[in-house]
């Protein structure tokens, strides 16, 4: 029996657990309708594109070239292709350098020299994208004196990297110090280990990375407008001016036609289908044989 | 140049490992354990070990005798785990971890200049505290990891023997015989540290250390791994850190009890036989610390 004769009831004041109550529910509401504000701003944006631009997408958006103005029709496809190749291009500079540095960062701690590393790609995800492409248009349109595909992807990597970079980072530092000493441990040297354990440990996380500056760079139009420039034609060649999607989104939102404005709907919806079949494509080929 | 790769030769063959030259003579004796070099494993030699600037462990000297588990006692934040990862240059994977001193495995010094840390680890194995078999990997590849990544290629059928083999030594081979292909992480924590422990056999160390592999188990794991450890002697030097003195007592030969100074630097107070060292010792704090006076 309890010898406690403090003679306190477990039924305090009415009024006092009456206003925490209140409290506690206006407290959730609150934080309920800031998640719902989110959610509500990101559905309203892909069910705009949606209402606006799945109406138009046929065979024929997806498979020709852009018609001369006055003409009805078209389709997008050099754009879709460019997209794809110049951003293509960009993930093979800015992975492996990116993944690499943050080996570099995580793996050989080295203090002064990595901090200041990790400080400066903080800085670099923060330059302006249309600082970038000016950048790229000094490094490699000017000296080329001409738009190139190439310039544009050189401009996408650098937005990419400091994404990568990040990324890979975190995802490495989550690696249990264990793993790594369980490794090291049975004799396995620091390359194989990082090679063979903390690398498919963190692949996830490490993939998430690289779909997100994918899918950053697919959108940004700003570095394109003096890199890539833009193309009506097919072209696969680098060194040629390229269309890519937020290029033809640009030009044609801004132009004066009302073809061009539903086609403009129509290219920004492909935008989102292509970024978010990008990043379903990524995690189901990475789905590892033990996830349940 | 000391040639690590080499094993020394088996016991009863009449040709000592120290038959060549070795600094072993220059280093001044451990005050107890005369023992004859050859049943040495591990000589340890006035080990100085540090955390950045903190002073982790002074001057310790300890023999770990050949095929005997040797258990290393004493409070928390003795510096037990620390001499431990001394044994097979672990220490220096922890930031701002050096020592001075020296550690040799059979008369060869494992910080020799021209000495690879990999080889080292390879015949001076470890267990950890938690189990941690590789996530990624299976049972079979866990146990496997070892051996394939230390080398570039090595026949499925050769992975095969070595990997039941050392299931088998561990213990652990009946158990999951039909579970080879699932994630190692999907055994249970006893059966995790056992497989942690075949995949140190699996390289076919000399030396296994242990830093309370039985500290995240249940007494029934705890007790399969105790007895593993005795099988374990004939084949194996083991050393192992514990929190559990009466689990000293099970399972080892020899006991080292550490103590820390003031300045919180761990040193060594008594080793011995651990039959004499829990009945017997030779040092009130000793005494009192087996006795549940402090710690």
Redesign the interface.
């Known amino acids: 029996m309890s010898s406690r004769t403090s003679g306190e009831s477990l039924v305090t004041t009415p009024r006092h657990f009456q206003t925490r109550k209140l409290v506690n529910r206006v407290a959730t509401v609150c934080l309920m309708a800031c998640a719902a504000v989110c959610v509500v701003v990101l559905v309203l944006i892909l069910g705009y594109v949606v209402y606006r631009g799945a109406g138009y997408i046929n065979w024929q958006f997806l498979t020709a070239l852009p018609k001369p103005v006055g003409e009805a029709g078209g389709g997008v496809a050099n754009a879709i292709v460019g997209s794809i190749i110049v951003v293509g291009v960009a993930a093979l500079m800015a992975v492996p350098i990116g993944i690499g540095a943050a080996i570099f960062l995580n793996e050989f701690?080295s203090g002064f020299l990595g901090r200041a590393v990790r400080f400066l790609a903080d800085i670099l995800t923060g330059v302006p994208s249309i600082v970038v492409g000016l950048f790229a248009y000094s490094m490699v349109v000017a000296p080329m004196k001409h738009f190139s595909g190439v310039s544009g992807a050189v401009a996408y990597a650098f937005i990419m990297i400091p994404i990568v970079l990040i990324t890979a980072q975190e995802a490495l530092r989550l690696v249990?110090n264990?793993?790594?000493?369980?490794?090291?441990?049975?004799?396995?040297?620091r390359w194989?280990?990082i090679l063979?354990?903390v690398i498919?440990?963190s692949?996830r996380a490490l993939l998430t990375g690289m779909v997100l500056a994918v899918a950053r760079a697919l959108g940004e139009t700003a570095p394109m407008l003096f890199t890539a420039f833009g193309n009506p034609y097919w072209n696969f060649d680098l060194t040629k001016p390229m269309a890519t999607l937020p290029l033809v989104i640009y030009r044609y939102a801004t132009g004066p036609y009302d073809e061009w404005h539903a086609q403009a709907w129509a290219a920004s919806f492909v935008l989102v289908v292509v970024v978010l079949f990008a990043s379903i494509l990524t995690r189901s080929v990475l789905r590892?044989k033990?996830d349940a | 140049m000391i040639d690590m790769r080499s094993k020394p030769q088996p016991r009863g063959s009449g040709v000592t490992p120290s038959g060549t030259a070795t600094p072993e003579g220059s280093f001044p004796a451990a005050g107890q354990a005369e023992a004859p070099l050859r049943d040495l494993s591990l000589t340890i030699r006035d080990v100085t070990a540090y955390y950045g600037k903190f002073r982790a462990i002074k001057s310790i000297s300890l023999d770990v005798e050949e095929r005997k588990v040797t258990a290393l006692i004493g409070p928390s934040g003795c510096g037990k785990s620390t001499l431990l990862r001394c044994m097979n240059r672990m220490h220096e994977e922890t930031p701002g971890g050096r020592m001075t001193g020296h550690v040799s495995l059979h008369g060869e010094d494992i910080h020799a200049a021209g000495v690879d840390p990999v080889v080292v680890r390879r015949r001076i194995g470890m267990v950890f505290q938690k189990p941690n078999p590789f996530p990624t990997m299976s049972v079979l590849d866990n146990v496997a990891a070892g051996i394939r990544l230390n080398r570039f290629w090595v026949s499925s059928a050769e992975v095969k023997d070595r990997v039941e083999k050392a299931l088998g030594q561990a213990a652990l081979w009946d158990e999951v015989k039909d579970k080879l292909n699932q994630p190692g992480t999907a055994l249970s924590g006893g059966q995790q540290q056992r497989l942690c422990i075949a995949r140190a056999l699996a390289v076919e160390p000399e030396v296994i250390l242990m830093d309370e592999p039985c500290s995240a188990l249940d007494p029934i794991a705890t007790l399969k791994i105790e007895d593993l450890m005795r099988e374990l002697t004939n084949n194996y030097t083991i050393v192992i850190v514990t929190h559990n003195m009466q689990q000293a007592a099970r399972v080892s030969d020899k006991t080292a009890f550490l103590m820390m100074d003031e300045d919180r630097a761990g040193f060594l107070v008594e080793y011995g036989e651990t039959k004499q060292l829990f009945t017997n010792p030779k040092e009130k704090r000793t005494e009192d610390y087996i006795t549940g006076r402090f710690g």
């Not at chain 1, 264990?178 to 040297?189: N, W």
């Open positions: 701690p249990p264990t793993l790594r000493e369980a490794a090291l441990a049975l004799g396995v040297p194989r280990t063979q354990v498919p440990v692949s590892s033990f």
